[in-house]
């Protein structure tokens, strides 16, 4: 599709002429030769910067520590000087902000006009045409494709025109359900250039799933593709969209691209993207658009009730995850960055699509797994491509270490030089494999701690301080603007000095935060201004060192982190509740070897059932697969008599935690159950499954 030009480049920062803006796609690319830049080929440039922030080398600050500061006493000058020089404005804001975190009102760079696409497109296709855009590395290991600033341009420009074609418009919800491709990263940006608000799926989620989610933001358009291929396997995404949206009366059309072109049925509402984009003109004005517009939304799990459409905005976010990538990775012009999660998390839309390419850099799609077609792939991928950071998931290091350490060492690494992860802690086995195995004791490694509603990493080893101390197995430090805050679940008081435990909070607003739960503004409220008023809940727990560093020690409600995925124990006990079998169930997560978190079932069967154990094990499973997702399976199903009860009928979960982790001996107080015996027999039968 597109072709293989040559790798690195020069990308040309600073500032941009605003009256640019203005102008239509083409109109800037001649703009482009009348400039006279030109991109440096192949020099894989290491710009020696002597400052973290020169916007601020005026006030003196260099170190960290001073900016850091900053940050925090000077919020409004901090982000609006970075805002201004990071970013391309079609009109300057008129306030850097106005939040109050006791009400949960979040604004930033108010009256500000942007377009985010522009951000991180046109003025890179501008200044560096032909600098690669991104890598598109395909299932099969060196079949990758690279596309320039310039190409990925006109892709978006013939995007955008197809959807304005077909009549969606600024504020319509759009959802993506692809695999990871440059057409799925110019879908999502066609809908940020024309002003709607993509809600990109995890193409590995089920039909139901997915129609919960377009119906949850009453979805018209829905852009897919005929199948995906992923480790080899084709996976049938056109047909997981027909199901879903044979109950969602809402939606009026789907776009088909096709990644296969093998034949899928089509129906009356579907379309043929890539005819379309064939034709489409490759030229686009994009939206002028309010920094507070919506951007996008991404479903999370919560610990009740169905997945949030988290709801992030134009400006905001965009500042944020620019500034993340380009600081906690130490991004380099001209360098690589090899992000492998998807863009149905946040994790892909923060660090493959919006930080990477709005700071003008080569990101990496990544399509296949981290095993296929054996547990050398990354390592083979970083020396073909010669990536410069690998940003993945602890569970895939967990998984990989046990293959080996041949599959590392027979692949070069030079060219790595920071080795991020995200999702789950990183334990303290897996991080010492990471740094001296794979990064051969040379490379930071960046656990990074975020979320969802945070938009970027919060907490990181090393946020823009290149020789700072790097503890293992924790995120340490906070990044600009973020003073984390520990709090006492119980007395809700803050928790000053180190050595102490608490629920971890965050003290002042900061422009990558999520501004509301789309269409549910008071569950978003209620979710992370109530329980700590005056601050933001995170819903994880965390230690401080008596350094003050922040180590993760885990959710405390009831969401579980299966391999870095978020999922409500109430979205697991809802599918099973619903088979004809089951009176009730609950679900707990337990210490897994690989996973981090697995899934435990206790689950109470009716007194007259029509089927065998065996079977009934087994629908539960599929059911969670086929209903939820393959990741939302049980690892172990316990059919119980009961459960532990309070007197008022609240599940003991603590309980049942400690049952599931084998550790029956650290029960603790059982009395106040409603019936006590019910715990020897859950351990009985605990035992006897094992
Ligand atoms: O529990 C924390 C865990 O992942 C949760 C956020 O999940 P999600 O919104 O899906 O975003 C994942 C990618 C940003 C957090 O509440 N988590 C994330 N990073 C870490 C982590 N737990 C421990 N250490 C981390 N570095």
Redesign the pocket.
């Known amino acids: 599709m597109f072709r293989c030009l040559h790798r690195g480049s020069n990308l040309l920062t600073g500032v941009f002429n605003a009256s640019l803006l203005r102008t239509s796609a083409n109109t800037v690319s001649i703009l482009e030769t009348k400039t006279g830049r030109k991109s440096a080929i192949n020099d894989n440039t290491r710009s020696i910067s002597t400052t973290p922030l020169p916007e601020f080398d005026k006030d003196g600050l260099k170190s960290h520590d001073d900016l850091y500061r900053l940050s925090i006493e000077k919020p409004d000058y901090f982000w609006g000087t970075l805002a201004r020089s990071r970013l391309q404005w079609y009109e300057d804001f008129s306030l850097t902000k106005d939040c109050d975190m006791k009400s949960g009102h979040i604004r930033w760079f108010l009256d500000g006009k942007i377009n985010a696409s522009v951000n991180c497109v046109d003025r890179h296709a501008e200044s560096s045409p032909d600098k690669i855009a991104m890598i598109w590395e395909k299932d099969e290991p060196g079949t990758q494709e690279y596309v320039t600033y310039r190409e990925f341009q006109k892709l978006l420009c013939k995007m955008s025109n197809v959807l304005e074609g077909h009549g969606v418009k600024q504020g319509d919800r759009v959802a993506i359900y692809m695999p990871k491709s440059p057409t799925a990263v110019a879908a999502m940006l066609a809908c940020a250039r024309i002003g709607a608000i993509h809600s990109v799926v995890f193409a590995g989620f089920s039909a139901e799933a997915l129609a919960g989610r377009i119906m949850d933001a009453q979805v018209e358009t829905v852009i897919t593709a005929d199948q995906g291929v992923r480790g080899g396997k084709i996976i049938d995404l056109k047909k997981v969209v027909d199901d879903a949206v044979q109950t969602c009366p809402c939606v009026k059309r789907v776009f088909v691209y096709q990644r296969t072109g093998n034949e899928v049925p089509m129906s009356n509402i579907d379309i043929n993207l890539d005819k379309e984009l064939e034709s489409a003109s490759d030229s686009h004005t994009p939206a002028v658009l309010d920094s507070e517009d919506l951007l996008f939304m991404l479903y ?2 919560g610990s009740t009730g169905k997945p949030k459409g ?1 709801a992030h905005s134009q400006a905001g976010y965009l500042l944020y995850a620019n500034m993340t990538m380009k600081h906690v990775f130490d991004y380099k012009e001209g360098e690589t960055f090899g992000c492998v ?1 998807d863009i149905g ?3 892909g839309h ?1 660090y493959v699509v919006y930080g990477p390419l709005s700071n003008g850099a080569t990101t990496l799609l990544f399509e296949s797994t981290p095993v296929y077609p054996d547990p050398g792939r990354y390592w083979e991928m970083v020396e073909r491509l010669k990536l410069n950071h690998i940003y993945l998931a ?1 569970t895939a290091l967990r998984m990989l270490l046990k293959n080996g350490d041949e599959w590392v060492l027979k692949y070069d690494r030079s060219s790595l030089r920071k080795l991020g ?6 334990n303290n086995e897996a991080w010492d494999w990471y740094y001296n195995v794979v990064g051969e004791g040379r490379c930071d490694i960046c ?8 938009g970027g ?1 919060a ?1 990181t080893p090393r946020p823009s301080s290149p020789d700072a101390e790097i503890r293992p197995a924790m ?1 340490m430090r906070p990044f600009f603007g973020i003073e984390p805050v520990l709090l006492d679940p119980v007395t809700k008081q803050e928790l000053t000095g180190g050595n102490v435990k608490g629920a971890l909070c965050v003290r002042h607003p900061w422009p990558g935060m999520a501004r509301t739960i789309y269409g549910d503004h008071d569950r978003f409220l209620k979710t992370y201004y109530a329980d700590y008023p005056g601050f933001y809940f ?3 727990g965390a230690y401080r060192t008596q350094d003050g560093y922040y180590q ?1 020690t ?2 405390m409600d009831d ?1 579980l ?1 299966v391999s ?3 999922l409500g124990t109430a979205e697991i006990e809802d599918v099973i509740d619903d088979h004809e079998d089951v009176a009730e169930s609950a679900v707990v997560g337990f210490p897994h070897e690989i996973k981090g978190e697995g899934i435990y079932a206790f689950v109470v069967l009716k007194d007259r059932v029509s089927k065998s154990e065996e079977e009934l094990m087994s629908d539960l499973k599929h059911a969670c697969k086929s209903r939820v997702s393959s990741f939302a399976q049980p690892d172990f199903i316990l059919l119980t008599p009961g459960l532990p009860k309070t007197r008022s009928g609240k599940i003991m979960r603590r309980i049942l935690r400690k049952i599931a982790a084998n550790k029956p001996d650290e029960l603790g107080d059982v009395s106040t159950l409603f019936d006590p015996s019910i715990v020897e027999i859950l351990v009985d039968k605990h035992q006897q499954s094992l």
Request: glycine share 10%; hydrophobic share 30%.
């Open positions: 999370t799990s988290i999660a998390w946040i994790t923060s602890p992860c995200v999702g789950e802690p990183l656990d990074t701690w975020w979320q969802t509603e945070t990493i907490i995120p995170s819903g994880d993760i885990g959710r969401v982190n870095g995925h978020r």
